[in-house]
């Protein structure tokens, strides 16, 4: 049976400032879901959120991109930015709903999309990842550890199914272009490419053997979209888990290093990316540090069984404490690069006016 699995997420207002969703924003998106499962549009959902976005989690059986599956996503938007987020004055209502009406598909309208169609198999294992206050390179890191290193997966080095290593589709988000580049054996050109997390973002992953998808991460950029920056366009993925793909522990392991991603305040610093139980899912210190959690399901034609909340754990207590220390040792640098991003992926900035302003007093050195 095929199922697809789409992840739709948007900003639309949050309480306070940018920090959390609302339980009542979350109650009245899955009413309107709860419809559209009923209709039999959808097969199941999962309503949820991570910081100020909501994530829309929803299986269903009519493809990538389906114009009705999208325009539920947007009509749902709308309707708890009308009425919640609106009615409740809550900060940044509607924020990432760029356009004024849908036009067919969320990916050029704000929303982030992480979608894929296939064969659900005889037991189907996902881990779905949601971060707040980062963009989608911040899922570069983790993706190739998980698919590529066999420091990390024990998998690539004693599982046969995944010895031949995998394809990686790299996007590059400035020319609107992807590559595939396989590993073992392109490792260093997939390295060069996403270690410039800015520009080069993992769009999907397969298993050579087989062909089998192991991963989709959301790629729309939000600043390209609009033609300038309206907010880090955090990211969501999904990856498929064990018999032939990494297993679930070795999708989580990554994440016991909370590794520097751009984003946090104002979009324009780095920071730790910290997993996190949903319940803790809400930013604070410096509008952040940036969050991640992690939800695990099965699939059961279709249903989603679960979720299983992964970072709800002791065993990420040290990478927690780690970010916390990191996030004190980098907000001591104040506006000082490297902990404040440079003016090229800054999200805010004053410099031009204030070269501006300037201009007249600048001498000429000797
Ligand atoms: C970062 C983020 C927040 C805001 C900050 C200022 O992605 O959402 O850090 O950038 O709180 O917000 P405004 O400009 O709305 O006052
Ligand atoms: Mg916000
Ligand atoms: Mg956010």
Redesign the pocket.
Known sequence: MKVTLSIIKADIGSLA??STVIPEQLQEASNKLLVAKKSGLLTDFHVTHVG?DLELIMTHLKGIENKEIHELAWDTFIHVTETVSKRLKL??AGQDLLATAFSGNVKAMGPGVAEAEFEERISEPIVVFMAD?TEPGAWNHPLYRIFADPFCTAGLVIDEDLHDGCIFRIMDVHKNTTVDLRTPEESYDVLALIGNTGRFVIQSIFSKKNNLLGAVASTSKLSLIAGKYV??DDPVCFVRAQHGLPAVGEILEPFAFPHLVA?????SHIGPLMPVSIKNAKCTRF?GPPRVSALGFQLANGMLVGPSDMFDDPAYDLARSKANEIADYLRRHGPFMPARLGAEEM??TTLKKVLDKLKTRFNKSN
């Open positions: 400032g940018h100020d900060y940044g206050k907010g880090k984003g946090w305040m104002r979009g509008d999200e805010y």
